[in-house]
C-alpha cells in the first residue's frame, strides 16, 4: 500500500506530507529521466511521467519552501535545448515540398495521377488552407487529457513543452468527446498586435526584442519558465494529426472538422477545391485576404482531400506525396553591399557572400545574402546568357536583396545611378583564400574549388562542422566552435579523430579539462555524449560524410534501400569500377548493374551517384570513412521496418499489377525497408509477378528465386 500522501489531493496535503511526497516524487522522476536519457530505455509513459512533473511542481507552488535543491522542476545545463525532456514522435513531424509558381501546382497534381494510376481527367479533389508562419507543435491526449505537448524537433524527436502549451488558450487540457489516443498537429502562433505590444514591453524593460511574430512565438514556447510563456499570448490552429486510436473521418475536411467539434481552433479559410483551377482561385483569394489577417502567412497548404487516397500516396523520406506548400512570392528590399567574402565549404566550393548594411526583408533582419558564383556576380548565368540585363555586381552598390521564406537571401538587381565612382568589378580569386592551393574551374562547372584537399583547412574543418551537425551525427557540446578549436590544437582532423578523443586525452600535456572554458564536468560530458554516438542511425551516419550532393533526404533513401553500410559500400565500388564517369560514358554505364541498383532508388538521381562514386574511388576518402566506421555501430533505418517480413529483402515487381501501380508498389516495399530492383539476379529475394510477366518471371524461376503473385504480396505484407 503506497503511503496515504501520494493518493492524496495537492490541496489537502499536510506540510509533511508534501516534504514526504516532494522526496518520493524527486526519486522517481529522477530515475524516470535516467532511465531516459541514459539507457534510452523510458520505464514509464509520457502520460504518467508528466503527471507526476505536475503533482511535484503543483505541490511546490503550494508550498515553495519546502522545494528541494535536487527539485525535478530545476532541469539541468543552462542552454535551453539541454533542458527539455526529449519525446520521440509516434509518427515523425515532417515538412512539405515546396511550389512556387503554376506550373509547380500542375505539377504536383499530375504527379498525384500518375502515382495513383489515375487519367488525366479524373477529377481529383483537395483542400486548400493557409500555410501559418509559426512553429508546429504536436499535442497529444490520452483518454481525453492533454499528456504530451511536443515541439518538431528535428522531425523524429522532439522537446516536451507540455507545461508551456497548458498556457495557450486555444489548447484546451480536456477534450471530452476525444478518442481514447488522439494527437493533433498544428501551428503555434503569435498575432501581429500581440508580438507589437511584446516587442514594446521588452524594449521597456531591457529585454530582447524579437525579429518577426514567428521568432517571438518559437522564444516564448520554449522557455524552461512557463510562467514566462503564460505572460505571451501565443495561439494555436490545428490542421493534421499524428496517432489516432481510431479514423477521424475519411477526407481530410471531415477530420479538420471534427478537430473543430472537439473545440480546436482550425483555419476559417479552410476550402474544398476540384482541380488546379479551384485552387489557384483559392490561392489568390487568401493572397488578397493575407494583408487584413492578424498573423503572418507564408503560403497555401494543398492537401488531397480523401484520406483513403492520401494512405496510399504515402511519405517520401522527408515529405508527404499527397501535399504541397504553395509559397507567396518573394520579398524585396534596397541596400547597399558592402563587401564581397569568399566561403570555402567542405567540398572546397569557394562561395561568394555578399556583406550588407543590415536591412529589414519581410520582416528579417538580413546582412548577408548568397551571391552564388563568379558568373552571378559578372552578370551571366551558367549558360552564358545575360542575367540582370547584364549588370555585374561591385562592392559599393545599391543592391536588390530577395528573400524568399526559409531559403537564403539573394542580391536580385543592381542600381547602377547608385554606382559609386570607382568602384571595380570584382576579380574572383584564383586561389583558394585559405590555404593559397590553385582555385579550378572545370569546363562546365559554375564553380570555382579549392583543389587543396585534405591539406585545406577551410576543407577540412567544414566538413567536421557538418559531421557534427544537427541532421548528422549532432554531438551535444561539440559544436562549430569547438570543433575549429579542437582542429586548431591538432586534435581532430577528420571525423574518426573525434572518437579517440577521450582515449587520447589522457596522453595529452594539456586535457581538455585544463582547457579554457572547459572543466572536469563539461569534459566528461563530452566524452559521454561522443560515446554515445558510436551508435548512430545509418541515414544519419551517410549524411554525415558530407558527400556532395548528398542531403539528409537522400541519405534517408539510400539508407531504406541498403539496410547498412557494407551494402552500400560494396556498391559504390562496384560502380566506381565501371569505365571513367563522365557525360559520353554515362549512358552506357547507366545500363550496368551496380549503376542500375543506385538510380532505381526513387530519389536518387546520377549526380549524386556519381559523386558518391568519385569519393569511394578516392585512396584517401575511403580510407577515412574506414577508419571512422571501426568506431561506430551503424543501425539499420527503421527498427519498425526491420520487423517486417521484408526487411532486407531485394524485390523485383514484373507484369501488371492490379491494386496498385509500380510506384505505389515499390514505395510500399521500401517503406518496410526492402529494396526493390529493377532486374532479377542471383542477389534477388522475391520476385512479384503480375500478368504478363515474361523473362524476368523466367530467370526468376531458372534461378530459383521465390515468386509470387500481387494477392500474395499483399498478404504478406499485411495489405490484403
Ligand atoms: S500540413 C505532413 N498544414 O509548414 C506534413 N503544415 O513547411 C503536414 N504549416 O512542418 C503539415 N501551416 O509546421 C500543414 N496548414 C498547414 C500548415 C502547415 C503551416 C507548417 C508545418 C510544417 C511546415 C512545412
Known sequence: MPPKAQMKDVASLSREEARAELARLAKLLHAADKAYHQADAPDRSDADYDSLKRRNMDIERRYPDLKRDDSPSEKVGAAPSEGFRKVRHSIPMLSLENAFDESDVAEFDRSVRKFLGMSETAPVAYVAEPKIDGLSLSLRYEDGLLACAATRGDGTIGEDVTPNALTIRDVPERIRSAPKLLEIRGEVYMSHEDFAALNARQD???????????????????????????????????????????????????????????????????????????????????????????????????????????????????????AIAHKFPAELAWTRLEAVDIQVGRTGALSPVARLRPVTVGGVVVSNATLHNEDYIAGRDAGGNEIRGGKDIRAGDRVQIYRAGDVIPKVADVDLSKRPKGAMPYEFPKKCPECGSPAIREEGDAVRRCTGGLICRAQAVEKLKHFVSRGAFDIEGLGAKQVEDFHGRGWVAEPADIFLLEERDSEREKRLKDVDGWGERSANKLFAAIRERRRIDFHRFLFGLGIRHLGEAAAKDLARHFNDWPPLAAAAIDAAREPAIDDATQAALDGSPAWKEFLSIDGVGRTLVRSLVLTMDQEAERASVERLVKHLEIVPPDARASDSPVAGKAIVFTGTLVRMTRNEAKARAESLGARVSGSVSAKTDLVVAGPGAGSKARKAAELGVETMDEDGWLALIGDA
Open 204 to 322: 521597456e524593460e531591457g529585454g530582447k526584442t524579437f525579429a518577426n511574430p514567428r521568432n517571438a512565438a518559437a522564444g516564448s514556447l520554449r522557455q524552461l519558465d512557463s510562467r514566462i510563456t503564460a505572460s505571451r499570448p501565443l495561439r494555436f490552429f490545428a490542421y493534421a494529426w499524428g496517432s489516432v486510436s481510431e479514423a477521424l473521418a475519411g477526407t481530410q475536411e471531415g477530420a479538420i472538422n471534427r478537430l473543430k467539434d472537439f473545440g480546436l481552433a482550425t483555419s476559417p479559410l479552410l476550402a474544398l477545391c476540384d482541380g488546379i483551377a479551384d485552387l489557384v482561385a483559392h490561392y489568390r483569394r487568401i493572397e488578397e485576404a493575407r494583408a487584413t489577417l492578424d498573423y503572418d502567412i507564408d503560403g497555401v497548404v494543398y492537401k488531397v482531400n480523401d484520406l483513403g487516397l492520401q494512405a496510399r500516396l504515402g511519405f517520401r523520406s522527408t515529405t508527404p506525396r499527397w
